[in-house]
Protein backbone atom coordinates (compact mmCIF):
# COMPACT_ATOMS: atom_id res chain seq x y z
CA UNK A 1 0.00 0.00 0.00
CA UNK A 2 1.34 3.53 -0.95
CA UNK A 3 2.32 5.81 1.54
CA UNK A 4 -0.44 8.49 -0.05
CA UNK A 5 -3.19 5.73 0.63
CA UNK A 6 -2.53 5.46 4.11
CA UNK A 7 -2.50 9.29 4.28
CA UNK A 8 -6.13 9.46 2.35
CA UNK A 9 -7.18 7.18 4.56
CA UNK A 10 -6.02 8.21 8.04
CA UNK A 11 -7.52 11.59 7.00
CA UNK A 12 -11.25 10.02 6.26
CA UNK A 13 -10.92 8.10 9.81
CA UNK A 14 -10.41 11.60 11.20
CA UNK A 15 -12.65 13.56 9.46
CA UNK A 16 -15.67 10.80 10.15
CA UNK A 17 -14.29 10.87 14.22
CA UNK A 18 -14.75 14.79 14.04
CA UNK A 19 -18.21 14.17 12.65
CA UNK A 20 -19.29 12.24 14.81
CA UNK A 21 -18.05 14.26 17.55
CA UNK A 22 -19.76 17.15 16.35
CA UNK A 23 -23.08 15.50 15.78
CA UNK A 24 -22.53 13.61 19.19
CA UNK A 25 -22.33 17.78 21.00
CA UNK A 26 -25.23 18.80 19.02
CA UNK A 27 -27.59 16.11 20.16
CA UNK A 28 -26.89 16.86 23.68
CA UNK A 29 -26.43 20.45 23.65
CA UNK A 30 -29.02 21.02 20.48
CA UNK A 31 -28.90 24.99 20.50
CA UNK A 32 -24.52 25.43 22.11
CA UNK A 33 -23.25 25.20 19.04
CA UNK A 34 -25.77 27.13 16.73
CA UNK A 35 -26.21 30.48 19.05
CA UNK A 36 -27.33 33.39 16.60
CA UNK A 37 -27.13 37.20 17.05
CA UNK A 38 -29.31 39.16 16.09
CA UNK A 39 -29.94 43.05 15.84
CA UNK A 40 -32.20 45.61 16.30
CA UNK A 41 -32.09 49.04 15.08
CA UNK A 42 -34.58 52.58 14.32
CA UNK A 43 -33.87 52.22 11.00
CA UNK A 44 -34.73 48.80 10.73
CA UNK A 45 -37.63 46.88 8.66
CA UNK A 46 -39.34 43.55 10.66
CA UNK A 47 -39.09 41.87 7.46
CA UNK A 48 -35.50 41.90 7.47
CA UNK A 49 -33.24 39.14 8.65
CA UNK A 50 -32.49 41.16 11.67
CA UNK A 51 -28.62 40.93 11.05
CA UNK A 52 -26.10 43.82 11.33
CA UNK A 53 -26.93 45.07 7.71
CA UNK A 54 -30.31 44.38 7.46
CA UNK A 55 -31.12 44.47 11.48
CA UNK A 56 -34.97 44.56 12.67
CA UNK A 57 -37.22 47.43 13.53
CA UNK A 58 -38.53 46.49 17.13
CA UNK A 59 -37.58 44.53 19.91
CA UNK A 60 -40.32 42.63 19.64
CA UNK A 61 -39.33 40.84 16.59
CA UNK A 62 -36.45 40.18 17.12
CA UNK A 63 -37.47 38.35 20.79
CA UNK A 64 -39.76 36.13 18.23
CA UNK A 65 -36.58 34.05 16.76
CA UNK A 66 -34.65 33.66 19.91
CA UNK A 67 -33.67 30.73 21.54
CA UNK A 68 -31.47 30.07 24.41
CA UNK A 69 -28.13 30.90 23.79
CA UNK A 70 -28.63 33.58 21.39
CA UNK A 71 -27.98 37.46 21.48
CA UNK A 72 -30.32 40.45 20.49
CA UNK A 73 -28.16 43.35 19.68
CA UNK A 74 -29.97 46.99 20.02
CA UNK A 75 -28.23 49.94 18.10
CA UNK A 76 -28.44 53.88 19.73
CA UNK A 77 -31.70 54.94 19.79
CA UNK A 78 -34.60 55.17 21.54
CA UNK A 79 -37.41 51.91 21.74
CA UNK A 80 -41.18 51.94 22.33
CA UNK A 81 -42.21 48.69 23.36
CA UNK A 82 -45.43 48.81 25.15
CA UNK A 83 -46.81 48.44 28.78
CA UNK A 84 -46.24 44.30 29.26
CA UNK A 85 -44.33 42.35 27.10
CA UNK A 86 -45.63 39.26 27.88
CA UNK A 87 -48.86 40.14 26.70
CA UNK A 88 -47.79 41.20 23.40
CA UNK A 89 -45.10 38.80 22.46
CA UNK A 90 -43.99 35.41 23.73
CA UNK A 91 -40.80 36.06 25.78
CA UNK A 92 -38.19 33.15 25.18
CA UNK A 93 -36.29 31.60 27.78
CA UNK A 94 -32.48 30.49 28.05
CA UNK A 95 -31.81 27.29 30.04
CA UNK A 96 -29.30 28.17 32.32
CA UNK A 97 -26.83 30.62 32.88
CA UNK A 98 -24.53 29.59 30.15
CA UNK A 99 -27.29 29.19 27.64
CA UNK A 100 -29.08 32.01 28.38
CA UNK A 101 -30.21 34.74 26.41
CA UNK A 102 -28.90 38.14 26.27
CA UNK A 103 -30.10 41.34 24.96
CA UNK A 104 -27.83 43.85 25.29
CA UNK A 105 -26.67 47.73 23.62
CA UNK A 106 -24.61 47.28 20.87
CA UNK A 107 -20.86 48.27 21.63
CA UNK A 108 -20.49 51.70 22.54
CA UNK A 109 -23.93 52.70 21.68
CA UNK A 110 -26.66 53.88 24.41
CA UNK A 111 -29.91 52.11 23.71
CA UNK A 112 -33.16 53.03 25.73
CA UNK A 113 -35.74 51.08 25.87
CA UNK A 114 -38.81 52.98 27.53
CA UNK A 115 -39.99 50.16 29.92
CA UNK A 116 -38.87 46.37 30.46
CA UNK A 117 -42.01 44.80 31.74
CA UNK A 118 -42.14 41.14 31.64
CA UNK A 119 -44.29 38.44 33.79
CA UNK A 120 -45.41 34.60 32.62
CA UNK A 121 -46.04 34.36 28.72
CA UNK A 122 -50.06 34.02 27.71
CA UNK A 123 -48.96 30.41 27.21
CA UNK A 124 -49.02 30.15 30.76
CA UNK A 125 -44.86 29.59 30.25
CA UNK A 126 -42.02 31.55 32.82
CA UNK A 127 -39.79 33.74 31.65
CA UNK A 128 -36.11 32.68 33.08
CA UNK A 129 -32.26 33.06 32.17
CA UNK A 130 -32.43 36.22 30.30
CA UNK A 131 -29.81 38.69 30.92
CA UNK A 132 -29.98 42.47 30.10
CA UNK A 133 -26.84 44.19 29.53
CA UNK A 134 -26.01 47.83 29.09
CA UNK A 135 -29.52 48.81 28.64
CA UNK A 136 -30.86 52.00 29.50
CA UNK A 137 -34.83 52.23 30.67
CA UNK A 138 -36.43 53.92 32.98
CA UNK A 139 -37.80 51.74 34.69
CA UNK A 140 -38.25 47.58 35.31
CA UNK A 141 -40.97 45.17 35.98
CA UNK A 142 -41.08 42.23 36.91
CA UNK A 143 -43.71 39.54 37.85
CA UNK A 144 -45.21 35.92 37.92
CA UNK A 145 -42.74 33.27 38.50
CA UNK A 146 -39.85 34.45 36.63
CA UNK A 147 -36.40 33.52 37.71
CA UNK A 148 -32.84 33.87 36.67
CA UNK A 149 -33.27 37.27 35.43
CA UNK A 150 -29.80 39.40 35.23
CA UNK A 151 -29.74 42.98 34.70
CA UNK A 152 -26.00 44.08 34.75
CA UNK A 153 -23.87 47.74 33.51
CA UNK A 154 -27.61 49.44 33.36
CA UNK A 155 -28.85 52.97 34.06
CA UNK A 156 -32.49 52.79 35.24
CA UNK A 157 -33.80 55.94 35.88
CA UNK A 158 -37.42 57.01 37.30
CA UNK A 159 -38.48 58.93 34.58
CA UNK A 160 -41.74 56.97 33.93
CA UNK A 161 -43.28 54.52 36.09
CA UNK A 162 -43.31 50.50 36.00
CA UNK A 163 -46.04 49.04 34.39
CA UNK A 164 -48.64 48.03 37.05
CA UNK A 165 -52.89 47.60 36.39
CA UNK A 166 -54.60 50.54 34.77
CA UNK A 167 -55.32 53.91 36.98
CA UNK A 168 -52.53 52.78 39.44
CA UNK A 169 -49.82 55.91 39.48
CA UNK A 170 -46.25 54.34 40.53
CA UNK A 171 -43.11 56.55 39.84
CA UNK A 172 -41.27 53.43 41.28
CA UNK A 173 -37.81 51.77 39.22
CA UNK A 174 -37.80 48.52 39.45
CA UNK A 175 -40.70 46.67 40.94
CA UNK A 176 -40.57 42.83 41.52
CA UNK A 177 -43.57 41.19 42.80
CA UNK A 178 -45.09 38.00 42.39
CA UNK A 179 -42.75 34.66 42.73
CA UNK A 180 -40.24 36.07 41.35
CA UNK A 181 -36.71 34.62 42.56
CA UNK A 182 -32.92 34.45 41.69
CA UNK A 183 -33.00 38.07 40.24
CA UNK A 184 -29.50 39.33 39.62
CA UNK A 185 -29.33 43.44 39.71
CA UNK A 186 -25.33 43.91 39.01
CA UNK A 187 -23.07 47.01 38.14
CA UNK A 188 -25.72 49.51 37.32
CA UNK A 189 -27.12 52.95 38.46
CA UNK A 190 -30.46 52.91 40.08
CA UNK A 191 -31.74 56.70 40.75
CA UNK A 192 -34.34 59.13 40.69
CA UNK A 193 -37.53 57.47 41.12
CA UNK A 194 -40.32 59.73 41.67
CA UNK A 195 -39.47 63.04 42.61
CA UNK A 196 -40.29 66.00 40.28
CA UNK A 197 -38.83 68.57 41.82
CA UNK A 198 -41.79 69.59 44.08
CA UNK A 199 -43.68 66.54 45.02
CA UNK A 200 -43.65 62.82 44.43
CA UNK A 201 -47.15 61.79 42.24
CA UNK A 202 -46.51 58.05 43.15
CA UNK A 203 -49.40 57.30 45.21
CA UNK A 204 -52.95 56.02 44.52
CA UNK A 205 -55.65 55.58 47.28
CA UNK A 206 -55.72 51.96 46.72
CA UNK A 207 -52.28 50.88 45.69
CA UNK A 208 -49.37 52.11 47.88
CA UNK A 209 -45.94 50.59 46.12
CA UNK A 210 -44.08 54.11 46.78
CA UNK A 211 -41.23 55.98 45.04
CA UNK A 212 -38.75 53.43 45.70
CA UNK A 213 -35.78 52.65 43.52
CA UNK A 214 -36.67 48.79 44.46
CA UNK A 215 -39.56 47.43 45.39
CA UNK A 216 -38.67 43.64 45.95
CA UNK A 217 -40.97 40.62 46.97
CA UNK A 218 -38.97 37.83 45.59
CA UNK A 219 -36.35 35.55 47.37
CA UNK A 220 -32.86 34.67 46.67
CA UNK A 221 -31.95 38.02 45.02
CA UNK A 222 -28.27 39.60 44.59
CA UNK A 223 -27.73 43.36 44.44
CA UNK A 224 -24.00 44.17 44.23
CA UNK A 225 -21.71 47.19 42.75
CA UNK A 226 -24.66 49.45 42.19
CA UNK A 227 -24.80 52.94 42.67
CA UNK A 228 -28.20 53.54 44.06
CA UNK A 229 -29.43 57.65 44.82
CA UNK A 230 -31.81 60.67 43.91
CA UNK A 231 -34.85 57.98 45.32
CA UNK A 232 -37.49 59.48 46.42
CA UNK A 233 -38.61 56.65 49.15
CA UNK A 234 -36.18 53.82 49.83
CA UNK A 235 -33.22 52.81 47.67
CA UNK A 236 -33.80 49.11 47.92
CA UNK A 237 -37.68 48.33 49.87
CA UNK A 238 -36.98 44.08 50.43
CA UNK A 239 -40.61 44.18 52.03
CA UNK A 240 -44.17 42.25 51.36
CA UNK A 241 -46.59 43.56 53.35
CA UNK A 242 -47.64 40.61 55.78
CA UNK A 243 -45.44 38.21 54.02
CA UNK A 244 -42.26 36.20 55.32
CA UNK A 245 -40.98 34.82 52.50
CA UNK A 246 -38.66 37.98 51.14
CA UNK A 247 -35.61 35.71 52.23
CA UNK A 248 -32.15 34.60 51.41
CA UNK A 249 -31.66 38.02 49.26
CA UNK A 250 -28.13 39.83 49.25
CA UNK A 251 -27.12 43.42 49.12
CA UNK A 252 -23.51 43.93 48.95
CA UNK A 253 -21.10 46.33 47.64
CA UNK A 254 -23.55 48.77 47.24
CA UNK A 255 -23.11 52.87 47.16
CA UNK A 256 -26.21 54.39 48.49
CA UNK A 257 -26.85 58.25 48.44
CA UNK A 258 -29.76 60.46 48.63
CA UNK A 259 -32.14 58.44 48.76
CA UNK A 260 -35.64 59.00 51.31
CA UNK A 261 -36.38 62.54 51.06
CA UNK A 262 -39.36 62.92 49.40
CA UNK A 263 -41.99 60.32 50.32
CA UNK A 264 -44.73 62.54 50.07
CA UNK A 265 -47.22 59.69 49.91
CA UNK A 266 -46.39 58.12 53.34
CA UNK A 267 -45.07 62.07 54.54
CA UNK A 268 -42.42 60.19 56.99
CA UNK A 269 -38.57 59.92 56.63
CA UNK A 270 -37.30 56.59 54.86
CA UNK A 271 -33.90 54.88 54.48
CA UNK A 272 -31.33 53.55 52.02
CA UNK A 273 -32.73 50.30 52.05
CA UNK A 274 -35.12 48.32 54.72
CA UNK A 275 -34.73 44.68 54.95
CA UNK A 276 -37.77 43.48 56.21
CA UNK A 277 -40.25 40.02 55.47
CA UNK A 278 -38.79 37.39 55.68
CA UNK A 279 -35.32 35.38 57.22
CA UNK A 280 -31.63 35.07 56.16
CA UNK A 281 -31.19 38.30 54.14
CA UNK A 282 -28.07 39.47 54.31
CA UNK A 283 -26.41 42.99 53.56
CA UNK A 284 -22.84 43.94 53.40
CA UNK A 285 -20.15 45.67 52.52
CA UNK A 286 -22.71 48.67 51.95
CA UNK A 287 -21.35 52.58 51.71
CA UNK A 288 -24.37 54.36 53.09
CA UNK A 289 -24.21 58.14 53.25
CA UNK A 290 -26.26 61.35 53.23
CA UNK A 291 -29.39 59.44 53.12
CA UNK A 292 -32.86 60.56 55.41
CA UNK A 293 -31.91 57.50 57.25
CA UNK A 294 -29.10 55.21 56.64
CA UNK A 295 -30.11 51.30 56.89
CA UNK A 296 -33.81 49.96 58.29
CA UNK A 297 -34.38 46.89 59.96
CA UNK A 298 -37.84 46.22 59.68
CA UNK A 299 -40.92 43.50 60.77
CA UNK A 300 -39.95 40.29 59.41
CA UNK A 301 -43.09 38.46 60.13
CA UNK A 302 -41.91 35.70 61.91
CA UNK A 303 -38.40 35.96 60.26
CA UNK A 304 -35.04 35.09 61.58
CA UNK A 305 -31.31 35.86 60.89
CA UNK A 306 -31.22 38.58 58.83
CA UNK A 307 -27.48 40.17 59.01
CA UNK A 308 -26.15 43.66 58.81
CA UNK A 309 -22.48 43.04 58.71
CA UNK A 310 -19.61 45.89 57.45
CA UNK A 311 -21.04 48.28 56.24
CA UNK A 312 -20.01 52.24 56.10
CA UNK A 313 -22.55 54.17 57.70
CA UNK A 314 -21.90 58.18 57.35
CA UNK A 315 -23.78 61.40 58.01
CA UNK A 316 -27.71 60.30 57.11
CA UNK A 317 -30.31 62.25 59.20
CA UNK A 318 -28.37 65.43 58.91
CA UNK A 319 -30.13 67.43 56.81
CA UNK A 320 -34.19 68.64 56.87
CA UNK A 321 -35.30 68.26 53.44
CA UNK A 322 -38.75 66.97 52.26
CA UNK A 323 -40.51 64.18 53.94
CA UNK A 324 -37.00 64.09 55.71
CA UNK A 325 -36.93 65.21 59.81
CA UNK A 326 -33.73 65.52 61.93
CA UNK A 327 -31.91 63.82 63.73
CA UNK A 328 -31.94 60.78 61.74
CA UNK A 329 -30.46 57.50 62.68
CA UNK A 330 -27.55 55.87 60.78
CA UNK A 331 -29.45 52.55 61.64
CA UNK A 332 -32.68 52.19 62.68
CA UNK A 333 -34.14 48.89 64.98
CA UNK A 334 -37.30 47.76 64.60
CA UNK A 335 -37.54 44.33 64.98
CA UNK A 336 -35.44 41.57 66.80
CA UNK A 337 -34.53 38.89 64.17
CA UNK A 338 -30.83 40.55 63.24
CA UNK A 339 -27.57 40.21 63.91
CA UNK A 340 -25.78 44.00 63.28
CA UNK A 341 -22.34 43.19 63.63
CA UNK A 342 -19.21 45.32 62.33
CA UNK A 343 -20.85 48.51 61.03
CA UNK A 344 -19.05 52.15 61.33
CA UNK A 345 -21.88 54.46 62.62
CA UNK A 346 -20.50 57.61 62.33
CA UNK A 347 -21.59 61.18 61.97
CA UNK A 348 -25.47 60.33 61.72
CA UNK A 349 -28.67 62.48 63.68
CA UNK A 350 -28.08 59.55 65.81
CA UNK A 351 -26.36 56.66 65.93
CA UNK A 352 -28.47 53.09 65.79
CA UNK A 353 -31.67 53.31 67.60
CA UNK A 354 -33.40 50.32 68.38
CA UNK A 355 -37.07 50.15 69.23
CA UNK A 356 -37.57 46.76 69.84
CA UNK A 357 -35.40 43.85 72.04
CA UNK A 358 -33.42 41.31 71.16
CA UNK A 359 -31.48 42.32 68.58
CA UNK A 360 -27.82 41.26 68.30
CA UNK A 361 -25.47 43.44 68.46
CA UNK A 362 -21.53 43.26 68.35
CA UNK A 363 -18.27 45.65 67.42
CA UNK A 364 -20.19 48.71 65.83
CA UNK A 365 -17.98 51.65 65.82
CA UNK A 366 -19.98 54.77 66.87
CA UNK A 367 -18.89 58.34 67.95
CA UNK A 368 -19.53 57.87 71.99
CA UNK A 369 -20.52 54.18 73.36
CA UNK A 370 -24.39 52.98 73.57
CA UNK A 371 -25.48 49.65 74.16
CA UNK A 372 -25.21 49.03 70.35
CA UNK A 373 -21.70 50.76 69.90
CA UNK A 374 -18.88 49.09 71.87
CA UNK A 375 -16.49 50.17 69.76
CA UNK A 376 -16.06 54.06 70.40
CA UNK A 377 -13.52 56.28 68.27
CA UNK A 378 -12.96 57.96 65.13
CA UNK A 379 -12.84 56.29 62.30
CA UNK A 380 -10.44 58.54 60.49
CA UNK A 381 -12.06 58.30 56.54
CA UNK A 382 -9.38 59.57 54.22
CA UNK A 383 -11.47 62.03 52.67
CA UNK A 384 -15.21 61.61 53.86
CA UNK A 385 -15.91 65.03 52.36
CA UNK A 386 -15.07 63.94 48.88
CA UNK A 387 -16.77 60.13 50.09
CA UNK A 388 -13.44 58.40 50.22
CA UNK A 389 -14.58 56.10 53.12
CA UNK A 390 -11.31 54.11 52.90
CA UNK A 391 -9.49 54.08 56.53
CA UNK A 392 -6.49 56.09 57.66
CA UNK A 393 -3.55 54.33 59.65
CA UNK A 394 -5.35 55.42 63.17
CA UNK A 395 -8.86 54.74 62.65
CA UNK A 396 -10.22 53.13 65.62
CA UNK A 397 -11.97 50.68 63.45
CA UNK A 398 -8.71 49.04 62.50
CA UNK A 399 -8.29 45.78 63.69
CA UNK A 400 -11.25 46.32 65.72
CA UNK A 401 -14.06 44.12 64.26
CA UNK A 402 -14.74 40.14 64.74
CA UNK A 403 -15.10 37.67 62.33
CA UNK A 404 -17.92 37.15 60.02
CA UNK A 405 -17.12 34.20 57.69
CA UNK A 406 -19.75 35.14 55.37
CA UNK A 407 -17.75 38.73 54.25
CA UNK A 408 -14.77 36.94 53.28
CA UNK A 409 -13.46 40.30 51.57
CA UNK A 410 -14.14 44.05 51.94
CA UNK A 411 -15.61 46.52 49.31
CA UNK A 412 -12.56 46.52 47.21
CA UNK A 413 -12.39 42.94 46.90
CA UNK A 414 -9.50 42.79 49.37
CA UNK A 415 -9.39 39.71 51.56
CA UNK A 416 -10.64 39.91 54.87
CA UNK A 417 -8.66 40.38 57.67
CA UNK A 418 -5.07 42.11 56.61
CA UNK A 419 -3.70 41.70 60.00
CA UNK A 420 -4.56 40.62 63.17
CA UNK A 421 -8.28 41.31 63.13
CA UNK A 422 -11.10 42.23 60.56
CA UNK A 423 -11.75 45.94 60.27
CA UNK A 424 -15.03 47.56 60.85
CA UNK A 425 -16.35 49.17 57.64
CA UNK A 426 -16.99 48.32 54.42
CA UNK A 427 -13.35 48.76 53.70
CA UNK A 428 -9.91 46.72 55.22
CA UNK A 429 -7.09 49.33 55.66
CA UNK A 430 -4.06 47.92 53.45
CA UNK A 431 -0.73 48.12 55.28
CA UNK A 432 2.37 48.87 52.83
CA UNK A 433 5.01 47.18 53.07
CA UNK A 434 6.86 49.76 54.93
CA UNK A 435 5.06 49.44 57.60
CA UNK A 436 5.18 45.13 58.20
CA UNK A 437 7.32 44.91 61.12
CA UNK A 438 10.53 42.45 61.16
CA UNK A 439 10.40 40.37 63.92
CA UNK A 440 13.02 40.49 66.55
CA UNK A 441 13.40 36.95 67.15
CA UNK A 442 14.22 36.03 63.59
CA UNK A 443 16.58 33.35 63.36
CA UNK A 444 17.63 32.51 60.16
CA UNK A 445 18.85 28.61 60.13
CA UNK A 446 21.02 27.01 57.28
CA UNK A 447 21.69 23.47 56.92
Not at 288 to 304: E, L, P, R, S
Not at 310 to 317: A, D, K, L, P, R
Request: negative net charge; hydrophobic residues 35%.
Amino acid sequence: MSMGMCTVRRNVLVATIVTVFFLAICALYPHAAIAATYYVATTGNDSDPGTLDQPFLTIFKGLTVLVAGDTLFIRGGTYTTSTNWSANVHVPSGTSWSNAITIAAYPSEVATIDRIAIQDNIDLSIVSYLIFDHITTPSVWFGGGAHHIRLINSDVNGTIPPYLPPDTPNYGVMLIQGNVNFFEVLNSKIHDAGYNGTTTPCFSTTVNYGCYGFYVGGHDMIFERNEIYNNSGYGINLYDTGQSGVSNNIIRNNVFYANGFHDYGRDFPLAAFIVSSGSDNLAYNNIVYNNCIGIQAFDTNGGTNNQIYNNTVYNNGTVAEGTCTIPGPGILVNESAFVITNNIVYGNGSAIDDYTTGATYSNNLCASATPHCDVVGDPQFVNAAGNNFHLQASSAARNAGTTVSSVPTDYDGITRPQETAYDIGAYEYQVSPSQLRVPSNLTIIIP
